[in-house]
């Protein structure tokens, strides 16, 4: 199995601020990578694909990039809804993998 | 506007078999195109991606839970389901149900969206 990582596993920001996750995969996977927010009692929702893909509805502040091995989730200026759980996700191969998650909370 | 939405018994004692269905609506399984997903979260933990159907019945399976897991397809009922056996506590978490789109090629993109809202199902006597 392919595992992720996520650092850090939690930050604490204030609105505004600019917010950078990174995600690593234990080998590569060209671009095969996506990222979900969670908020607490709800589903994951589905931010990125392809690893830089913003998926339709979701704001500009998000961006994503990397391929291979390393990949960033960047949130340019943090608002109030953005607070939540970021998980990365392979997709290159089965069993597909998640990250364990990063919490971002309020300052 | 596609919806998929997770149904089933939220206990389950230990031993026995955990059986979960995912309707979808605005939506036809049976229109191909997308494999139908579980997945699911431990209480307070990560998210563990389970297995897939595709509308024609054929399978892939998490080789950590595939001894255990059966989904199936009934495109009559517009759903797919999950059974998962001897569960133990281990097994308690929120299940989610996701759809997994192809792209132009017809290739899976192995993402997953939208997902279901999620159902917890404890294991417990």
Same mark, same amino acid.
């Given at each position: ?39 607490? %009692? ?28 390393? *990949? ?25 993998? *998640? ?9 | ?31 191909? %195109? ?67 789109? *192809? ?23």
């Amino acid at each position: 199995d392919i595992q992720m990582t996520q650092s850090p596993s939690s930050v604490s920001a204030s609105v505004g601020d600019r917010v950078t996750i990174t995600c690593r995969a234990s080998q590569g996977i060209s671009s095969w990578l996506a990222w979900y927010q969670q908020k607490p %009692g709800k589903a994951p929702k589905l931010l990125i694909s392809a690893a830089s893909s913003l998926q339709s509805g979701v704001p500009s502040r998000f961006s994503g990039s990397g391929s291979g091995t390393d *990949f960033t989730l960047t949130i340019s200026s943090l608002q109030p809804e953005d607070f939540a759980t970021y998980y990365c996700q392979q997709a290159n191969s089965l069993p597909f993998t *998640f990250g364990p998650g990063t919490k971002v909370d309020i300052k | 506007q596609v919806q998929l939405q997770e149904s089933g018994p939220g206990l389950v004692k230990p031993s026995q078999t955990l059986s979960l269905s995912c309707t979808v609506s605005g939506g036809s399984i049976s229109s191909g %195109g997308y494999y139908w997903n579980w997945i699911r979260q431990h209480p307070g933990k990560g998210l563990e991606w389970i297995g897939y159907i595709y509308s024609s019945g054929s399978t892939s399976y998490n080789p950590s839970l595939k001894s255990r897991v059966t989904i199936s397809v009934d495109t009559s009922k517009n759903q797919f389901s999950l059974k998962l056996t001897s569960v133990t506590a281990a097994d308690t978490a929120v299940y989610y149900c996701g759809r997994n789109p *192809f792209d132009s090629g017809g290739r899976a993109t192995n993402w997953f969206d939208p997902w279901g809202q999620g159902t917890l199902v404890t294991v417990a006597s």
